[in-house]
Protein backbone atom coordinates (compact mmCIF):
# COMPACT_ATOMS: atom_id res chain seq x y z
CA UNK A 1 0.00 0.00 0.00
CA UNK A 2 1.22 3.57 -0.87
CA UNK A 3 2.38 5.84 1.82
CA UNK A 4 0.14 7.88 3.69
CA UNK A 5 2.92 9.32 5.68
CA UNK A 6 2.58 12.89 6.13
CA UNK A 7 5.67 14.41 4.75
CA UNK A 8 5.79 15.94 2.18
CA UNK A 9 2.92 17.04 2.56
CA UNK A 10 2.94 19.51 -0.40
CA UNK A 11 2.05 18.57 -3.84
CA UNK A 12 3.00 20.81 -6.79
CA UNK A 13 0.24 21.34 -9.37
CA UNK A 14 2.06 20.76 -12.66
CA UNK A 15 -0.82 22.84 -14.36
CA UNK A 16 1.52 23.33 -17.79
CA UNK A 17 0.47 22.67 -21.21
CA UNK A 18 3.71 20.41 -22.23
CA UNK A 19 5.86 17.91 -20.99
CA UNK A 20 8.80 20.44 -21.52
CA UNK A 21 8.16 23.46 -19.03
CA UNK A 22 6.78 20.74 -16.30
CA UNK A 23 10.01 18.78 -16.41
CA UNK A 24 12.00 21.79 -16.71
CA UNK A 25 10.34 22.93 -12.53
CA UNK A 26 10.83 19.14 -11.68
CA UNK A 27 14.34 19.03 -12.16
CA UNK A 28 14.88 22.46 -9.76
CA UNK A 29 12.42 20.59 -7.17
CA UNK A 30 13.35 17.96 -4.52
CA UNK A 31 11.45 14.16 -4.11
CA UNK A 32 11.80 14.75 -0.39
CA UNK A 33 10.53 18.25 -0.38
CA UNK A 34 7.08 17.80 -2.17
CA UNK A 35 4.86 15.34 -4.74
CA UNK A 36 3.55 16.25 -7.74
CA UNK A 37 -0.12 16.81 -9.00
CA UNK A 38 -0.49 15.65 -13.05
CA UNK A 39 -3.81 17.15 -14.05
CA UNK A 40 -6.34 16.87 -17.00
CA UNK A 41 -4.19 19.39 -19.36
CA UNK A 42 -0.40 17.83 -19.42
CA UNK A 43 -2.12 14.46 -18.97
CA UNK A 44 -3.68 14.78 -22.04
CA UNK A 45 -0.94 16.18 -23.49
CA UNK A 46 2.16 14.70 -22.44
CA UNK A 47 0.55 11.34 -20.92
CA UNK A 48 1.46 8.31 -19.12
CA UNK A 49 5.20 9.01 -20.09
CA UNK A 50 5.60 11.90 -18.15
CA UNK A 51 4.24 9.95 -15.11
CA UNK A 52 6.48 7.40 -15.85
CA UNK A 53 9.46 9.86 -15.99
CA UNK A 54 7.97 11.69 -12.79
CA UNK A 55 7.83 8.19 -10.83
CA UNK A 56 11.77 7.35 -12.34
CA UNK A 57 12.80 10.13 -10.52
CA UNK A 58 11.80 9.58 -6.92
CA UNK A 59 8.73 11.64 -6.88
CA UNK A 60 4.88 10.49 -5.89
CA UNK A 61 2.17 11.57 -8.40
CA UNK A 62 -1.12 12.59 -7.73
CA UNK A 63 -3.05 11.64 -11.17
CA UNK A 64 -5.46 14.50 -10.62
CA UNK A 65 -7.71 12.70 -13.64
CA UNK A 66 -11.26 12.65 -11.56
CA UNK A 67 -12.87 9.36 -13.31
CA UNK A 68 -16.36 9.73 -13.43
CA UNK A 69 -18.35 6.69 -15.61
CA UNK A 70 -19.91 3.21 -15.33
CA UNK A 71 -18.43 1.14 -12.29
CA UNK A 72 -16.58 -1.47 -14.84
CA UNK A 73 -14.78 1.57 -16.61
CA UNK A 74 -13.69 3.81 -13.76
CA UNK A 75 -12.12 0.37 -12.23
CA UNK A 76 -10.63 -0.51 -15.43
CA UNK A 77 -8.75 3.33 -15.62
CA UNK A 78 -7.91 3.11 -12.09
CA UNK A 79 -6.21 -0.09 -12.29
CA UNK A 80 -4.00 1.69 -15.68
CA UNK A 81 -3.25 4.41 -13.25
CA UNK A 82 -2.37 2.02 -10.66
CA UNK A 83 -0.30 0.05 -13.41
CA UNK A 84 1.87 3.55 -13.85
CA UNK A 85 2.95 3.28 -10.51
CA UNK A 86 0.73 6.56 -9.40
CA UNK A 87 0.57 7.56 -5.22
CA UNK A 88 -2.75 8.92 -5.59
CA UNK A 89 -5.62 9.02 -8.13
CA UNK A 90 -9.36 10.63 -7.99
CA UNK A 91 -13.24 9.93 -8.83
CA UNK A 92 -15.93 11.79 -8.52
CA UNK A 93 -17.73 10.75 -6.20
CA UNK A 94 -21.40 11.54 -7.60
CA UNK A 95 -20.62 8.62 -9.55
CA UNK A 96 -22.01 6.81 -6.64
CA UNK A 97 -21.40 3.79 -4.09
CA UNK A 98 -20.69 1.49 -6.67
CA UNK A 99 -18.31 3.08 -8.83
CA UNK A 100 -16.23 3.50 -5.89
CA UNK A 101 -16.62 0.38 -4.15
CA UNK A 102 -15.72 -1.38 -7.63
CA UNK A 103 -12.78 0.87 -8.01
CA UNK A 104 -11.37 0.49 -4.36
CA UNK A 105 -11.92 -3.40 -5.03
CA UNK A 106 -9.86 -3.39 -8.14
CA UNK A 107 -6.89 -1.39 -6.50
CA UNK A 108 -6.80 -3.27 -3.72
CA UNK A 109 -6.10 -6.56 -5.95
CA UNK A 110 -3.17 -4.04 -7.71
CA UNK A 111 0.56 -4.32 -6.98
CA UNK A 112 1.18 -0.99 -5.58
CA UNK A 113 -2.44 0.10 -4.33
CA UNK A 114 -2.22 3.53 -4.76
CA UNK A 115 -4.37 5.90 -2.34
CA UNK A 116 -7.98 6.86 -3.83
CA UNK A 117 -9.63 10.07 -3.27
CA UNK A 118 -12.86 11.09 -4.53
CA UNK A 119 -13.48 14.86 -5.34
CA UNK A 120 -17.38 16.07 -3.16
CA UNK A 121 -18.75 19.00 -5.29
CA UNK A 122 -16.16 21.42 -7.52
CA UNK A 123 -15.61 24.44 -5.70
CA UNK A 124 -16.54 26.29 -8.82
CA UNK A 125 -20.33 24.99 -8.16
CA UNK A 126 -22.40 26.99 -6.27
CA UNK A 127 -25.93 26.73 -4.76
CA UNK A 128 -27.63 28.07 -8.02
CA UNK A 129 -25.56 25.39 -10.48
CA UNK A 130 -26.26 22.54 -7.73
CA UNK A 131 -29.73 23.13 -8.23
CA UNK A 132 -30.05 23.16 -11.59
CA UNK A 133 -28.38 19.84 -11.56
CA UNK A 134 -30.68 18.24 -9.35
CA UNK A 135 -28.71 18.37 -6.34
CA UNK A 136 -30.51 20.28 -3.23
CA UNK A 137 -28.78 22.08 -0.68
CA UNK A 138 -25.98 24.26 -0.03
CA UNK A 139 -22.49 23.28 -1.82
CA UNK A 140 -21.93 22.26 2.19
CA UNK A 141 -24.72 19.81 2.77
CA UNK A 142 -23.54 18.25 -0.39
CA UNK A 143 -19.85 18.35 0.02
CA UNK A 144 -21.10 16.71 4.00
CA UNK A 145 -22.95 14.04 1.83
CA UNK A 146 -20.77 13.11 -0.60
CA UNK A 147 -18.28 12.97 1.75
CA UNK A 148 -19.96 10.63 4.38
CA UNK A 149 -20.54 8.28 1.09
CA UNK A 150 -16.85 8.53 -0.16
CA UNK A 151 -16.02 7.39 3.27
CA UNK A 152 -18.47 4.70 3.51
CA UNK A 153 -17.29 3.35 0.14
CA UNK A 154 -14.19 2.40 0.84
CA UNK A 155 -12.30 5.66 0.17
CA UNK A 156 -8.99 6.76 1.40
CA UNK A 157 -10.40 10.12 1.82
CA UNK A 158 -11.35 13.73 -0.26
CA UNK A 159 -10.86 16.37 -2.36
CA UNK A 160 -11.82 19.11 -0.38
CA UNK A 161 -11.85 23.13 0.30
CA UNK A 162 -9.39 23.97 3.02
CA UNK A 163 -12.58 25.76 4.34
CA UNK A 164 -14.56 22.70 4.45
CA UNK A 165 -11.66 20.54 6.56
CA UNK A 166 -12.66 21.23 9.60
CA UNK A 167 -16.47 20.09 9.31
CA UNK A 168 -14.92 17.14 7.36
CA UNK A 169 -12.48 16.52 10.17
CA UNK A 170 -15.24 16.94 12.89
CA UNK A 171 -17.73 14.01 10.48
CA UNK A 172 -15.06 11.36 9.06
CA UNK A 173 -12.86 8.80 10.70
CA UNK A 174 -9.47 9.27 11.95
CA UNK A 175 -7.08 8.96 9.71
CA UNK A 176 -9.50 9.68 6.21
CA UNK A 177 -7.49 12.28 4.40
CA UNK A 178 -7.85 15.30 3.24
CA UNK A 179 -6.81 16.89 0.42
CA UNK A 180 -7.19 20.60 0.09
CA UNK A 181 -5.92 23.10 -2.97
CA UNK A 182 -7.00 26.25 -2.30
CA UNK A 183 -3.96 27.08 -0.33
CA UNK A 184 -1.65 30.39 -0.54
CA UNK A 185 1.06 31.23 1.24
CA UNK A 186 0.69 34.35 3.27
CA UNK A 187 2.19 37.00 0.84
CA UNK A 188 1.23 35.39 -2.21
CA UNK A 189 -1.29 36.47 -4.73
CA UNK A 190 -4.25 34.74 -4.67
CA UNK A 191 -4.33 34.64 -8.49
CA UNK A 192 -8.12 33.00 -9.47
CA UNK A 193 -8.64 31.60 -5.98
CA UNK A 194 -11.63 33.37 -3.84
CA UNK A 195 -11.88 31.02 -0.61
CA UNK A 196 -8.07 30.72 0.24
CA UNK A 197 -6.22 29.50 3.52
CA UNK A 198 -2.72 29.73 4.48
CA UNK A 199 -0.54 26.20 4.52
CA UNK A 200 -0.60 26.71 8.24
CA UNK A 201 -4.18 27.49 8.68
CA UNK A 202 -5.37 24.59 6.16
CA UNK A 203 -3.36 22.17 8.45
CA UNK A 204 -4.88 23.06 11.27
CA UNK A 205 -8.05 22.79 10.08
CA UNK A 206 -7.74 19.26 9.80
CA UNK A 207 -5.70 18.97 6.45
CA UNK A 208 -3.29 16.69 5.38
CA UNK A 209 -1.95 17.31 1.86
CA UNK A 210 -2.06 20.65 0.40
CA UNK A 211 -1.92 21.27 -3.56
CA UNK A 212 0.00 24.18 -4.38
CA UNK A 213 0.20 25.65 -8.36
CA UNK A 214 1.22 28.76 -8.84
CA UNK A 215 2.71 30.04 -5.74
CA UNK A 216 5.62 27.47 -6.82
CA UNK A 217 5.64 27.33 -10.10
CA UNK A 218 5.13 30.66 -11.37
CA UNK A 219 7.68 31.68 -8.78
CA UNK A 220 11.16 32.89 -10.06
CA UNK A 221 12.71 30.51 -7.97
CA UNK A 222 10.26 27.18 -7.36
CA UNK A 223 13.03 25.64 -4.80
CA UNK A 224 13.10 28.53 -2.77
CA UNK A 225 8.72 29.33 -2.72
CA UNK A 226 9.00 26.07 -1.87
CA UNK A 227 11.19 25.94 1.02
CA UNK A 228 9.15 28.95 2.11
CA UNK A 229 5.88 27.75 2.32
CA UNK A 230 7.24 24.27 4.48
CA UNK A 231 9.22 26.60 6.67
CA UNK A 232 5.72 28.66 6.70
CA UNK A 233 3.58 25.15 7.47
CA UNK A 234 6.42 24.06 10.49
CA UNK A 235 6.08 27.59 12.27
CA UNK A 236 2.27 27.97 11.89
CA UNK A 237 2.04 24.29 13.29
CA UNK A 238 4.12 24.94 16.08
CA UNK A 239 2.33 28.42 16.89
CA UNK A 240 -0.75 26.98 17.77
O1 LIG B 1 -2.26 27.43 -8.97
P1 LIG B 1 -3.14 26.93 -7.87
O2 LIG B 1 -2.46 26.79 -6.54
O3 LIG B 1 -4.45 27.70 -7.78
O4 LIG B 1 -3.50 25.44 -8.36
C1 LIG B 1 -4.41 24.63 -7.65
C2 LIG B 1 -4.56 23.29 -8.32
O5 LIG B 1 -5.59 22.58 -7.63
C3 LIG B 1 -4.97 23.34 -9.78
O6 LIG B 1 -4.39 22.19 -10.42
C4 LIG B 1 -6.47 23.22 -9.74
O7 LIG B 1 -7.01 22.62 -10.88
C5 LIG B 1 -6.66 22.30 -8.53
N1 LIG B 1 -7.96 22.45 -7.88
C6 LIG B 1 -8.42 23.65 -7.35
N2 LIG B 1 -9.63 23.71 -6.74
C7 LIG B 1 -10.39 22.63 -6.66
C8 LIG B 1 -9.95 21.42 -7.16
C9 LIG B 1 -8.70 21.37 -7.78
O8 LIG B 1 -7.74 24.66 -7.40
N3 LIG B 1 -11.54 22.72 -6.04
Same mark, same amino acid.
Given at each position: ??????????????????????????????????????????????????????? $???????????????????????????????????????????????????????????????? !??? !?????????????????? $????????????????????????????????????????????????????????? !???????????????????????????????????????????
Amino acid at each position: MRSTEPDPRIIVALDFPSAGPALELVERLDPGLCRLKVGKEIFTRAGPELVERLS $DKGFDVFLDLKFHDIPNTVAAACEAAADLGVWMLNVHASGGRKMMQTARERLDRSQHRPLLVAV !TVL !TSLGEGDLGEIGFAGTPA $DNVRRLAGLAEDSGMDGVVCSPREARMLRADCREGFLLVTPGVRPRDAAKGDQKRVM !TPGEAIQAGSNFLVVGRPVTAAPDPLQALERIRAELVLDTVDS
